[in-house]
């Protein structure tokens, strides 16, 4: 287990040594090639670890209690965790490579803050896949919610940035609530915390069924949290606010991958639960394609990645739910993959143009050839086209809800399946082909990571640190599909035609629509609005869905802030405050008994020795 | 031989007295011979009981008494001329520096 625990100790040792050190820290670029120095070494760790296929669980007592512990910590390396360890160390090196140069002109002291929380990020995720029990992996859970807060709120002094990410940690925690209450009622019915012993008795069919399904539900909240599922999945689109390789990060390895990974990993108990799955995989497929109208609509680059990653996990979550868990999982992986790609992509883009809008950007193939090439690549895989990465997991979800029997829930992918090739291509078509926008030149860069380097015009691809992090992720993309294509990966395993066809059809057909109305102009953009107008009236909006929140938040959370301070102001203080009031009153006016004159207190005295005598008598007397 | 209470009622006279002049001088040196007054009292009424105890200590006790009667006024004096160098008076209604 030498190699596994390497994976999680570097970059928890990274950490350290950038947050305690504190020239390092101060000495940004240092901090930088420390972060990534482990990172890498950890990636080395996590192949070794999955090339030699090390297997297995080591188990530590944590919390005594009777009769053995009642807690423990350790690893679990088994067939869920280790590709999980390979993508989230394989993403964070290169995110962290990536930002050293995407971040050149940040304070060097911040920049080691930055490469302090990733290495931490990383470090939390990490514990959390190797967690062999539910307890373990809730403490990582709410590191892993803390890092993403710290990150997204990275430029802390921009109000929109720091309420994206209150609105993340705030959201995601609404979803942990539930899940914490399901752990401990988990182990109050079953008296454990470890997925071994729980998935044994599963197996064994002694796992208490009564309750189960609601506790199961509590569980499954804590990942409509952490994954971005309606209706909490408002708060992914606005972390966009972080730096774009953290939303790199946060969309591909880690954050948002970590509840579906909560729920491939408790897939023996869901299974116990049918009811839980159904609900599961409903609410996955409504928020496909929830999140794909979205991005539909949306002007902002990240934005439409961030629809598209609610609407992936959307995808994985209804593959889960339908009981074909490792085909989620699958998406997840490669998802990670060409997810990761898109954002240090649109990174590149944003880097190069200083804008977040696409209609401001436009004919970037020319002036960016290498960012369009790869962009185009994750596009494709995105979209689902054969032979890449995103074609076989896409399949192989399709084909586990066919195969779950939820016709409805089919329906409702394979719509989302071709709204996902069509505003992928959307913002491809309008990005990097067509004409340079009209008057971009004119207005100035507005862009959230506001340090362009000039206009389309002017625009350049990156530099060669952040350039080959995206042709690696490219190559691994279209590796990783031909191994499936045509290295038999799939073990033999051929969905049926008539599927490959469809989701072909579905992927090429909302490729050849943005292609018409984008692209070639065959279709008015303005009109096909039009003639939708009561979607993207909605869409356009947001379903009204971050309205309700902010309503919600507003008039419940600050209601109650204010009752509670109103509370605290008049009723508490306001106590406390006529209390000393009537102190110094009281003094003031006790204190003239005092007159400092000799006579005064003879008189006081003799006064008290009589009465003390009157008094004697009286108690004497009946 | 007068009995006992007539003593009593002397001592108690004397005491009043004391007390009352204590309340109402106001020079210091008044209020001492006050106080003076009423130590004697309290030593007439030590006599008066030994006498009807047969109790020597009593008697010991009063000695003991006027003894000490005599170096508190003679402290209370020295205080009363300290007072006056300071505060060039001893008029007991000006001396409240400890008011409140």
Known sequence: ?622 | MPDLSSYLVVAALVFAIGLFGVLTRRNAVGILLGIELMLNAVTINLVAFARLHGDPVGLLFAVFMIAITVAEVAVGLALVIVIFRVRRTIDADRLDLLRG
């Open chain 1, 1 to 622: 287990m030498g190699s596994p625990l390497l994976v999680l100790a570097l970059p928890f040792a990274a950490f350290l040594l950038i947050a305690l050190v504190r020239p390092l820290r101060r000495r940004g670029t240092a901090a930088g090639w420390t972060g990534i120095t482990a990172i890498a070494l950890a990636f080395i760790a996590a192949l070794q670890t999955w090339l030699g296929g090390v297997r297995g669980q080591t188990l530590l007592p944590w919390l005594p209690g009777d009769g053995g512990p009642m807690a423990t910590v350790g690893l679990l390396v088994d067939h869920l965790s280790v590709p999980m360890l390979v993508l989230v160390t394989l993403v964070s090196l290169l995110v962290q490579l990536y930002s050293l140069a995407y971040l050149h002109d940040e304070p060097r002291a911040s920049l080691g803050r930055y490469y302090a929380y990733h290495s931490l990020f990383a470090f939390s995720m990490l514990g959390l896949v190797l967690s062999p029990s539910y307890i373990q992996m809730f403490v990582f859970w709410e590191l892993v919610g803390l890092c993403s807060y710290l990150l997204i709120g990275y430029w802390y002094t921009r109000p929109s940035a720091a309420a994206a990410a209150l609105k993340a940690f705030w959201t995601t925690k609404l979803g942990d609530l539930g899940f914490v209450a399901g752990i401990v009622m988990l182990w109050s019915a079953t008296g454990t915390f470890e997925f071994e012993a729980l998935f044994r008795m599963a197996n064994d069919q002694t796992l208490p069924l009564e309750g189960l399904a609601t506790i199961m539900f509590l569980i499954y909240l804590g990942a409509v949290g952490k994954s971005a599922q309606f209706p909490l999945h408002v708060w992914l689109p606005d972390a966009m606010e972080g730096p774009t390789p953290v939303s790199a990060l946060i969309h591909a390895a880690t954050m948002v991958t970590a509840g579906v990974f909560l729920v491939a990993r408790s897939e023996p108990l869901f299974a116990l639960v049918p009811g839980v799955l159904v609900l599961i995989a409903r609410v996955g497929a409504f928020t496909a394609l929830l999140a794909a109208t979205m991005a539909c609509v949306e002007r902002d680059i990240k934005r439409v990645l961030a629809y598209s990653t609610v609407s992936q996990l959307g995808y994985m979550m209804a593959a889960a739910g339908a009981g074909a868990a490792a085909a989620g999982f699958f998406h997840l992986l490669t998802h990670g993959v060409f997810k990761a790609l898109l954002f240090l992509g649109a990174g590149a883009v944003i880097h190069a143009v200083g804008t977040n809008d696409v209609f401001r950007m436009g004919g970037l193939r020319r002036a960016m050839p290498h960012t369009a090439i790869v962009f185009v690549i994750g596009t494709f895989a995105l979209a689902g086209v054969w032979p890449l990465a995103g074609f076989f997991s896409k399949e192989a979800v399709l084909e586990g809800v066919w195969n779950g029997g939820m016709p409805g829930v089919f329906a409702l992918l394979a719509v989302t399946a071709f709204l996902t090739a069509f505003y992928m291509f959307r913002v491809v078509f309008i990005t990097f082909f067509g004409r340079a926008a009209v008057g971009h030149g004119a207005a100035a860069p507005h862009g959230r990571d506001a340090h362009g380097h000039g206009e389309a015009g002017h625009a350049h691809d990156p530099p060669w640190l952040m350039r080959w992090p995206l042709w690696l992720l490219a190559v691994l993309t279209v590796g990783i599909g031909l191994s499936y294509a045509f290295g038999g990966s799939g073990g033999g395993h051929h969905p049926p035609v008539w599927l490959t066809v469809l989701s072909l059809a579905l992927a090429g057909s909302g490729i050849l629509l943005a292609w018409a109305m984008h692209g070639a102009g065959w279709i008015d953009a303005a009109r096909v609005r039009r003639a939708l107008a009561p979607i993207d009236f909605l869409a356009r909006r947001r379903y009204f869905l971050d309205a309700i929140f902010g309503g919600l938040y507003r008039g419940l959370m600050l209601g109650i802030a204010r009752l509670i301070g109103f509370l605290d102001r008049y009723v508490v203080d306001g106590l406390l405050n006529v209390v000393s009031a009537w102190t110094l009153r009281a003094g003031d006016v006790l204190r003239r008994i005092q007159t400092g004159r000799p006579p005064d207190y003879v008189y006081g005295v003799s006064f008290g020795v009589l009465l003390l005598l009157v008094l004697a008598q009286w108690w004497r007397s009946p």
